[in-house]
């Protein structure tokens, strides 16, 4: 990439946007939030931020064209939270279809004994497979807040435990997520969203 | 491996910090972007921002420094204090707010829990509890405890209003034990191992904090997710960093890398 990034935050009606952008904004970057096609497409980075639930988001998304136009964009394409439960070709929240740009699905984290649904609060990040979006995050501490997840995702980089190991960050070609919420998670949710920005 | 979290509580009056006794007698402690910030540095893992006077007097929170505070916090915090509808739960969440949490409302209508959980997510929903041991030997819910002149002693049983909750749809319980809020002679342990036995969703402990090991106690002895505390930061007495080296050293797992 040369010259400033150009980042923008797909509206998908969550209530993390202005979150989201404020974390950009700490790292000096403006990261509008849009539904704009001709924007979107001129984004050099893009990101699907959400909070609340997956029908809702999806919803939101197809209210706006944007299902059609993410399958399309080639530049790196980061989702957050429900943002990346978004990626996949299913949640088992509300029964949900969802965007089909990685395989597997999202189902619920099973509660057992001492492991509490929603999985809530900071938890380690470990390496299943080198990439640029996950240097230096190995073994960091990162704040999730989720009920759902993807179990046994192809594309996971880095995994998480609670009670069982989940998908925490995904990525496949240009297309990404992160299930915890770097805009909430310190030094290692700035490291992530700078990876982010030097692919 | 998830870790316990360890929540200093800013209680807010009049846009700046508060803190009394027994929720009593309050005296300003600093403002509020000061204290986040250093609670922050700290190593502080969530902040909740309690709006005191908002629910007896029956208004929303003011959302100025919310989205102040989102601007220049990287961790999560939660927003409390008389938000009684769906719309104003969604303006404290949109100025940057992570969570939301009722207590009074909740009492006054308790399908307020349910409209929440389905508008932003039960992730988004902490139900706070003012709770203390009466006559009867029970545990029974406060309202309106922000101000000692309003506050109510209600019939409803606090391991009772724990159960309904998470049926409604809270995604985050915080206990405020009032009979050790304030007194920093330990949390009320017995009361939280009873409400840890009905409570399936992560459970908060507020309330008597005075020294390191009564963290200690609460998380080994109650189990709890998280601890919550005000006078013992606020007043420097017990750094988090320091606290969470005590806890680590305790075989309790903590966020110790900031």
Sequence with gaps: MTGAPRVVLLDSGGANLGSVRAAFARLGVDAPVTSDWNTIQAATHVVLPGVGAAAS?????RENGLDKLVARLTQPLIGICIGMQLLFESSEEGDTECLGLLPGKVTRLPSSPGIRIPHMGWNRLETMADHPLSAGLDQQWVYFVHSYAARDAASTITRCNHGEPFAAMVARGSVMGAQFHPERSAAA??????????? | MLSRRIIPCLD??????????????????????DLALRYRDEGADELVFYDITAS?????????????????????????????????????????????????????RPALVSELAEAFGVQCVVVGIDSLRDEDG????????????????????TLDWIIEVQALGAGEIVLNCMGSDGARN??????LQA????????????????TASHFADAFLQADVDATL???????????????????RSQGIEVRDDF
């Design chain 2, 186 to 191: 330990g949390f009320d342990i017995v009361q």
């Design chain 1, 57 to 61: 988001a999806m919803a939101r998304l």
């Design chain 1, 189 to 199: 949710g700035a490291r992530l969203l700078k990876n982010f920005l030097a692919l």
């Design chain 2, 138 to 157: 029970q545990w029974h819910v406060r309202q309106y405890s922000g101000d000692p002149d309003r506050t109510l002693a209600l019939a409803r049983k």
């Design chain 2, 56 to 108: 007896p007097e029956g208004r929303s929170v003011d959302r100025a420094w919310i989205e102040r505070i989102a601007t220049i916090i990287d961790i999560p915090f939660c927003v409390a204090g008389g938000i009684r509808s769906v719309a104003e739960a969604r303006a404290v969440l949109a100025a940057g707010a992570d969570k939301i949490s009722v207590n009074s409302p909740a009492l006054e």
């Design chain 2, 195 to 210: 409400a840890r036995a009905v409570c399936q969703v992560p459970l908060v402990a507020s309330g008597g904090a005075g």
């Design chain 2, 12 to 33: 807010v009056r009049d846009g700046q910090v508060v803190k009394g006794v027994r929720f009593r007698d309050h005296v300003v402690v600093g403002s509020i972007e």
């Design chain 2, 229 to 247: 505390a005000a006078s013992i930061f606020h007043s420097g007495e017990l750094a988090i960093h320091d606290l969470k080296r005590s806890l």
